[in-house]
């Protein structure tokens, strides 16, 4: 399968990653490129095979129920780009 | 089935009104799901945010076991599907006070399958609403839109609060019955303690998805209206969109699926203006967290503390208490109301119970704003006041003064009905010599009356009621009607 | 006194002991050495008052007699370790200059055995290359050089590589995606240990693909890798996919008797076109090891041609996600945006280099709609068969033997057009990351233009011991003692 570039502009869209109309053709070539190499798999038969996510065997561990964290409002804000009093501030969203 | 009822009619004829909603329903939890901050409402902005809700660069999920715990307790109370192994996906999309990028949610294995809720219809009967699934996922921030003429204010108090997405089928019918639905879930969540369901604070949310078609056809296209948050909005909301969908569609037009807003300022709903870009979430299974897994013990231990739900109660209060069906609806509707109730009715007559704690009780409360916790007449007192009618040392009529001035007092004073009708001299009067010269006084200065009476035995009401309005209300009523129709002749 | 930047690990650690110099002594040889290093662009960020005071620190440990196990090594760490109140960028404009209030669990275990921070290393933008040439401080230069060509120090890990081999660091901390530990110490003549995944926290490095990404060590010798094994690893109750178990002493497995032991050599990856050199170490690397008594098996790890495919599938999908937090709003480097979603779009285009949104690209591709069972979940699948064919190769043999990486160091610039020819570094190692298993580069030899080449061994799970054992007699055996020549020093 190989990527076309109104493929490559939905991408972007959903990874939020801006090109322009000059950078499509490349991307389009180079995704192509990438996604017929994987695509080898096909070739595999994996019919009842069970996708495996994660090489831990273990079981998930919990926490307790007991407030630990929080209260530093100034370290969670110290690196933002722009914020207002406690604030982060961004561009306006419209709903 | 059976037949709907509640068609709205266009121009063409009727139209039904298909509803299914979804509902977020904050665990009640001290901690996030996957963080150790904490979840209080009303907090300074980010006050409780930790490196793992702002999403801060390396920062894992941890998830809070007590939340799992509360969502297999929700589950048995919808008599659901408990999954001993589920899994914890990612939602990918972009949204400022959605800090990772992605929501931690479950998508195709839930920890809760297909359960029931049961609601009570107007006329009477009973209604089950599907349960589709129960599954856990994080909250998002919070963005104040009007504080900045343009600029987005972003609040990640809420980020990683835990929530119960409750997903119902499309089993409803009309708004009536989707408010039923909310508040018997509610109910139930409360009963449980699982949720706090407190709409106001957002702890409790309904997502509405509304569609309408022609009896019998096929589901029409669906609009979803995000986040309404009281029971009477998610009527306006359904009554609005519906009206709208049968409008758009009769005049030619078509439904578009999309995800709509509830102005409670206008009664309407609006599409949300954010680019409604074709949803792709990209859902995949979170690869920080292993797969939720649990054992048949676990989910037995949950279930052997399981509290009396709605359902059950209202039976048992109807099969012991003898209530009606409708009374024992009404006071199972809050877990602290029935407690009220059963508590006053120790050794009482249970229906005079019902009907003071649903009479007086309630209408006080509501007057003055009050919760049933905070009532200024304890059930204790309630009891003993139904007792002091049933031993006929009050008349009901005096009984209802007693009972304001206990009301008036509040819990402080705390005086008991007895000591008040001693206090104001409320006894009822049963000594027959008394009651017997009133009605004497009564028939003497009324000959025209008893001629009437005698004629049209309906009258002798209006002696008994002149009696006791002489007697101050004091007077036995059975002892004055029995004294006014044998001295009148009636019987 | 001799020159300190000459000692390894384990030496250091000797000579602080015997108090034949002092950390500080120590700490400054390396801080004056790293200052005068800018040609190879090895670190992004140097911190030399924090790394005297540490060291100072240090001598007061010994001199009260309460050494540490690393008291007073100086070491340097990949800029993917987030460090408290020391910029932390994973070599990415995205995150400008992010200073975290928070110290990941690994380096913190480091300096609670008393290592000593130099500062910063380079690597590929969020570990995502094999040549360190997609940092946003550009290309770390490998000290190794063919003639007059400049080479690339393997990657993501480069600046790590780059630092041990240069001797501006005693040790370096690093991460394994699909191979980022151990190509850059194959390209660069050093020890670098992947250990199983989940044998060291993840919190606090700056996450690639959360499925694979490991921590661990690139030194000198393969003691000083069992070290810095020893403190980096921990059990952390942040990190759920952290394994709860005891951290062995990893120096106490090199006894150097590998008698008896099963060494399979897994027959795919005789690749085709793999140069002959790299085919002939192999071979010398096998008798080695029978030499020392060890017994060589033949093994097949059948869907060996798959891994790559599947990782390039896998982690991209994980980054897509794993990415979406850099987005401008609570950190790093926003552009402004006419609205809120072309803020986004400006930051990400501004702040990610090419090989990251070509990544994050494909991810968000293999994970959407009408793709993801095509290509994300066959790849889960294919990832299963791949830990499936280690789990039955183990039945017959205890550690596998392969060649680290299909060439040496290549030259700066080469594949940074073909992406594809890029990826292929990662053939021999990758396999490793997708079925969390620990695998380890030791440097073996030199090819003819006289640049080192790593031998790979691949241990099972949690099987570190073995592991390091069997690499302590691979060391021994192949003697390697070759230093890059030192062209850079200013
Ligand atoms: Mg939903
Ligand atoms: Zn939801």
Redesign the pocket.
């Given at each position: 399968m190989s990527v076309d570039e109104n493929m490559v502009r939905r991408i972007a869209n959903l990874a939020r990653i801006g090109v322009t109309d000059g950078e499509l053709p490349a991307l389009a070539k180079e995704l192509s490129a990438i996604i017929g190499f994987v695509e080898q798999l096909s070739e595999l038969d994996t019919d009842g095979v069970k996708p495996l996510t994660s090489a831990v065997e273990d079981r998930i561990r919990g926490r307790e129920d007991i407030v630990t964290d929080g209260g530093y409002a100034e370290d969670v804000l110290a690196n933002a780009p722009e914020k207002d009093d406690e604030y982060f501030a961004v561009p306006k969203v419209v709903e | 089935m059976a037949e709907n009822k509640n068609l709205i009619s266009g121009a063409t004829g009727d139209w039904e009104i298909v509803l299914g909603l979804?509902v977020h329903a904050q665990v009640a939890s001290k901690a996030k799901l996957f963080s150790g901050a904490a979840t209080e409402f009303g907090a300074e902005p980010n006050s409780q945010v930790s490196l793992v809700d702002a999403a801060m660069p390396g920062m894992l999920p941890v998830i809070n076991w007590f939340c799992v715990e509360q969502a297999v307790r929700t589950g048995l109370g919808l008599k659901a599907q408990i999954n001993n192994y589920s899994v914890f996906d990612r939602k990918n999309y972009f949204y400022p006070d959605l800090p990772q990028g992605y929501q931690i949610s479950q998508f195709q294995q839930p920890i809760v399958g297909e359960g029931a809720i049961e609601i009570d219809l107007a006329d009477g009967a009973v209604k089950e609403i599907g349960i589709e699934r129960l599954h856990l996922e994080q909250d998002a921030g919070k963005s104040l839109h009007d504080q900045h003429p343009n600029m987005s204010f972003v609040d990640l108090n809420r980020s990683g609060v835990a929530l119960m997405?409750i997903?119902s089928n499309p089993d409803m019918r009309s708004a009536a019955e989707a408010q039923a639905y909310v508040k018997k879930l509610r109910a139930i969540l409360r009963y449980l303690g699982t949720c706090d369901g407190n709409m106001e604070q957002g702890s409790l949310r309904a997502?509405v998805n509304v569609s309408v078609r022609k009896p019998g056809d096929e589901l029409g296209t669906r609009c979803e209206i995000k986040n309404v948050n009281s029971i009477r909005f998610i009527g306006q909301a359904i009554e609005y969109e519906a009206r709208r969908q049968v409008d758009l569609i009769e005049d030619g037009g078509t439904v578009e699926q999309q995800t709509r807003l509830f102005d409670p300022k206008t009664g309407e709903t609006r599409a949300m203006r954010s680019k409604e870009e074709a949803h792709d979430y990209r859902y995949f299974p979170d690869p920080d967290l292993l797969p939720l897994e649990f054992s048949q013990e676990f989910v037995d231990e949950i279930a052997k503390d399981l509290p009396e739900l709605p359902d059950e109660k209202k039976a048992r209060f109807i099969n012991d208490y003898g209530l009606t069906p409708y009374d024992a609806g009404v006071l199972v509707g809050e877990a602290e109301n029935a407690a009220f109730f059963e508590s006053a009715a120790e050794g009482q007559d249970a229906k005079a119970v019902a009907n003071m704690v649903i009479g007086s009780v309630f209408a006080g409360l509501n007057k003055a704003d009050l919760d049933i916790a905070d009532s200024p007449v304890s059930a204790a007192q309630v009891g003993q006041l139904v007792g002091l009618i049933a031993d006929d040392t009050v008349s009901g009529r005096s009984a209802k003064e007693v009972f304001e001035l206990m009301f008036e007092d509040g819990p402080d004073q705390g005086k008991n009905p007895a000591v008040i009708i001693e206090e104001k001299g409320l006894k009822q009067v049963t000594d027959t010599g008394a009651i017997e010269a009133a009605v004497d006084e009564v028939i003497d200065a009324n000959p025209d009356k008893v001629a009437q009476a005698k004629e049209r035995p309906k009258m002798a009401g209006w002696f008994v009621g002149q009696v006791m309005q002489a007697t101050g209300g004091k007077a036995n009523p059975q002892a004055v009607n029995k004294l006014v129709m044998l001295k009148l002749g009636l019987e | 006194m001799t020159d300190l930047t000459q000692l390894n690990l384990a030496d250091a650690r000797d000579g602080l002991a015997k108090k034949q110099f002092s950390a500080v002594e120590l700490t400054q040889a390396h801080i004056d050495r790293v200052s005068a290093s800018s040609a190879l662009n090895a670190y992004v960020l140097e911190t030399p008052e924090k790394a005297l005071a540490m060291a100072a620190e240090s001598d007061a440990k010994i001199a009260a007699g309460e050494a540490r196990p690393l008291e007073g090594l100086p070491i340097g760490v990949k800029d993917l370790f987030c460090t408290k109140g020391v910029r932390t960028t994973a070599c990415s404009n995205i995150l400008g200059d992010f200073t975290p209030p928070y110290e990941s669990t690994v380096t913190q275990n480091l300096w609670n055995d008393g290592a000593v921070m130099l500062g910063k290393l380079n690597n590929d933008e969020f570990a995502m290359g094999s040549s360190n040439e997609t940092s946003r401080f550009g290309p770390v230069v490998n000290p190794w050089k063919a003639g007059d060509t400049a080479l690339v120090p393997g990657g993501s890990s480069g600046g790590s590589s780059a630092a041990v081999a240069a001797r501006l660091g005693i040790a370096a901390t690093a991460t394994d995606t699909g191979g980022s530990i151990r190509q850059p110490a194959a390209f660069t003549g050093t020890v670098g240990l992947k250990p199983t995944y989940g044998r060291c926290s993840r919190w606090g490095i700056v996450a690639f693909a959360s499925s694979f990404d490991q921590a661990g060590p690139i030194t000198h010798t393969v003691r000083d890798a069992a070290m810095m094994l020893s403190s980096m690893a921990s059990f952390d109750k942040r990190d759920t996919t952290s394994v709860e178990r005891d951290v062995p002493n990893y120096e106490a497995a090199l006894t150097g008797d590998i008698k008896g032991l099963r060494v399979g050599i897994p027959q795919e990856y005789r690749v085709d076109n793999m140069p002959a050199e790299i085919e002939k170490l192999w071979q010398q690397g096998i008798e080695w090891l029978k030499a020392a008594g060890a017994e060589i098996v033949d093994v097949s790890l059948p869907h060996t041609k798959y891994a790559l495919p599947a990782y390039y599938i896998i982690a991209p999908a994980e980054a897509s996600s794993n990415l979406a937090r850099y987005d401008g709003v609570r950190y790093g480097a926003r552009q402004q945006g006419t609205d809120i979603d072309d803020m986004y779009a400006q930051t990400r285009a501004a702040g990610f280099g090419d090989e990251v949104k070509r990544r994050v690209m494909i991810g968000t591709y293999a994970l959407s709609a009408g793709y993801y069972d095509a290509y994300y979940v066959k790849a889960l699948q294919v990832r299963r068969l791949i830990a499936e064919d280690f789990t039955k190769a183990y039945e017959k043999c205890d550690v596998l033997l392969t060649p680290t990486t299909p060439s040496a160091a290549f030259e700066i610039g080469k594949n940074v057009e073909d992406p594809l020819e890029m990826y292929l570094n990662d053939v021999f190692t990758v396999t490793v990351n997708l079925a969390g298993l620990p695998g380890i580069s030791v440097p073996a030899g030199l090819d003819g233009d006289g640049l080192p080449l790593g031998l790979q061994l691949i241990g099972q799970a949690f099987g570190e011991e073995t592991l390091l054992r069997t690499a302590g007699v691979l060391e021994q055996a192949a003697g390697f003692d070759a230093q890059p020549q030192d062209w850079w020093s200013a």
């Amino acid at each position: 399968m190989s990527v076309d570039e109104n493929m490559v502009r939905r991408i972007a869209n959903l990874a939020r990653i801006g090109v322009t109309d000059g950078e499509l053709p490349a991307l389009a070539k180079e995704l192509s490129a990438i996604i017929g190499f994987v695509e080898q798999l096909s070739e595999l038969d994996t019919d009842g095979v069970k996708p495996l996510t994660s090489a831990v065997e273990d079981r998930i561990r919990g926490r307790e129920d007991i407030v630990t964290d929080g209260g530093y409002a100034e370290d969670v804000l110290a690196n933002a780009p722009e914020k207002d009093d406690e604030y982060f501030a961004v561009p306006k969203v419209v709903e | 089935m059976a037949e709907n009822k509640n068609l709205i009619s266009g121009a063409t004829g009727d139209w039904e009104i298909v509803l299914g909603l979804e509902v977020h329903a904050q665990v009640a939890s001290k901690a996030k799901l996957f963080s150790g901050a904490a979840t209080e409402f009303g907090a300074e902005p980010n006050s409780q945010v930790s490196l793992v809700d702002a999403a801060m660069p390396g920062m894992l999920p941890v998830i809070n076991w007590f939340c799992v715990e509360q969502a297999v307790r929700t589950g048995l109370g919808l008599k659901a599907q408990i999954n001993n192994y589920s899994v914890f996906d990612r939602k990918n999309y972009f949204y400022p006070d959605l800090p990772q990028g992605y929501q931690i949610s479950q998508f195709q294995q839930p920890i809760v399958g297909e359960g029931a809720i049961e609601i009570d219809l107007a006329d009477g009967a009973v209604k089950e609403i599907g349960i589709e699934r129960l599954h856990l996922e994080q909250d998002a921030g919070k963005s104040l839109h009007d504080q900045h003429p343009n600029m987005s204010f972003v609040d990640l108090n809420r980020s990683g609060v835990a929530l119960m997405e409750i997903v119902s089928n499309p089993d409803m019918r009309s708004a009536a019955e989707a408010q039923a639905y909310v508040k018997k879930l509610r109910a139930i969540l409360r009963y449980l303690g699982t949720c706090d369901g407190n709409m106001e604070q957002g702890s409790l949310r309904a997502d509405v998805n509304v569609s309408v078609r022609k009896p019998g056809d096929e589901l029409g296209t669906r609009c979803e209206i995000k986040n309404v948050n009281s029971i009477r909005f998610i009527g306006q909301a359904i009554e609005y969109e519906a009206r709208r969908q049968v409008d758009l569609i009769e005049d030619g037009g078509t439904v578009e699926q999309q995800t709509r807003l509830f102005d409670p300022k206008t009664g309407e709903t609006r599409a949300m203006r954010s680019k409604e870009e074709a949803h792709d979430y990209r859902y995949f299974p979170d690869p920080d967290l292993l797969p939720l897994e649990f054992s048949q013990e676990f989910v037995d231990e949950i279930a052997k503390d399981l509290p009396e739900l709605p359902d059950e109660k209202k039976a048992r209060f109807i099969n012991d208490y003898g209530l009606t069906p409708y009374d024992a609806g009404v006071l199972v509707g809050e877990a602290e109301n029935a407690a009220f109730f059963e508590s006053a009715a120790e050794g009482q007559d249970a229906k005079a119970v019902a009907n003071m704690v649903i009479g007086s009780v309630f209408a006080g409360l509501n007057k003055a704003d009050l919760d049933i916790a905070d009532s200024p007449v304890s059930a204790a007192q309630v009891g003993q006041l139904v007792g002091l009618i049933a031993d006929d040392t009050v008349s009901g009529r005096s009984a209802k003064e007693v009972f304001e001035l206990m009301f008036e007092d509040g819990p402080d004073q705390g005086k008991n009905p007895a000591v008040i009708i001693e206090e104001k001299g409320l006894k009822q009067v049963t000594d027959t010599g008394a009651i017997e010269a009133a009605v004497d006084e009564v028939i003497d200065a009324n000959p025209d009356k008893v001629a009437q009476a005698k004629e049209r035995p309906k009258m002798a009401g209006w002696f008994v009621g002149q009696v006791m309005q002489a007697t101050g209300g004091k007077a036995n009523p059975q002892a004055v009607n029995k004294l006014v129709m044998l001295k009148l002749g009636l019987e | 006194m001799t020159d300190l930047t000459q000692l390894n690990l384990a030496d250091a650690r000797d000579g602080l002991a015997k108090k034949q110099f002092s950390a500080v002594e120590l700490t400054q040889a390396h801080i004056d050495r790293v200052s005068a290093s800018s040609a190879l662009n090895a670190y992004v960020l140097e911190t030399p008052e924090k790394a005297l005071a540490m060291a100072a620190e240090s001598d007061a440990k010994i001199a009260a007699g309460e050494a540490r196990p690393l008291e007073g090594l100086p070491i340097g760490v990949k800029d993917l370790f987030c460090t408290k109140g020391v910029r932390t960028t994973a070599c990415s404009n995205i995150l400008g200059d992010f200073t975290p209030p928070y110290e990941s669990t690994v380096t913190q275990n480091l300096w609670n055995d008393g290592a000593v921070m130099l500062g910063k290393l380079n690597n590929d933008e969020f570990a995502m290359g094999s040549s360190n040439e997609t940092s946003r401080f550009g290309p770390v230069v490998n000290p190794w050089k063919a003639g007059d060509t400049a080479l690339v120090p393997g990657g993501s890990s480069g600046g790590s590589s780059a630092a041990v081999a240069a001797r501006l660091g005693i040790a370096a901390t690093a991460t394994d995606t699909g191979g980022s530990i151990r190509q850059p110490a194959a390209f660069t003549g050093t020890v670098g240990l992947k250990p199983t995944y989940g044998r060291c926290s993840r919190w606090g490095i700056v996450a690639f693909a959360s499925s694979f990404d490991q921590a661990g060590p690139i030194t000198h010798t393969v003691r000083d890798a069992a070290m810095m094994l020893s403190s980096m690893a921990s059990f952390d109750k942040r990190d759920t996919t952290s394994v709860e178990r005891d951290v062995p002493n990893y120096e106490a497995a090199l006894t150097g008797d590998i008698k008896g032991l099963r060494v399979g050599i897994p027959q795919e990856y005789r690749v085709d076109n793999m140069p002959a050199e790299i085919e002939k170490l192999w071979q010398q690397g096998i008798e080695w090891l029978k030499a020392a008594g060890a017994e060589i098996v033949d093994v097949s790890l059948p869907h060996t041609k798959y891994a790559l495919p599947a990782y390039y599938i896998i982690a991209p999908a994980e980054a897509s996600s794993n990415l979406a937090r850099y987005d401008g709003v609570r950190y790093g480097a926003r552009q402004q945006g006419t609205d809120i979603d072309d803020m986004y779009a400006q930051t990400r285009a501004a702040g990610f280099g090419d090989e990251v949104k070509r990544r994050v690209m494909i991810g968000t591709y293999a994970l959407s709609a009408g793709y993801y069972d095509a290509y994300y979940v066959k790849a889960l699948q294919v990832r299963r068969l791949i830990a499936e064919d280690f789990t039955k190769a183990y039945e017959k043999c205890d550690v596998l033997l392969t060649p680290t990486t299909p060439s040496a160091a290549f030259e700066i610039g080469k594949n940074v057009e073909d992406p594809l020819e890029m990826y292929l570094n990662d053939v021999f190692t990758v396999t490793v990351n997708l079925a969390g298993l620990p695998g380890i580069s030791v440097p073996a030899g030199l090819d003819g233009d006289g640049l080192p080449l790593g031998l790979q061994l691949i241990g099972q799970a949690f099987g570190e011991e073995t592991l390091l054992r069997t690499a302590g007699v691979l060391e021994q055996a192949a003697g390697f003692d070759a230093q890059p020549q030192d062209w850079w020093s200013a």
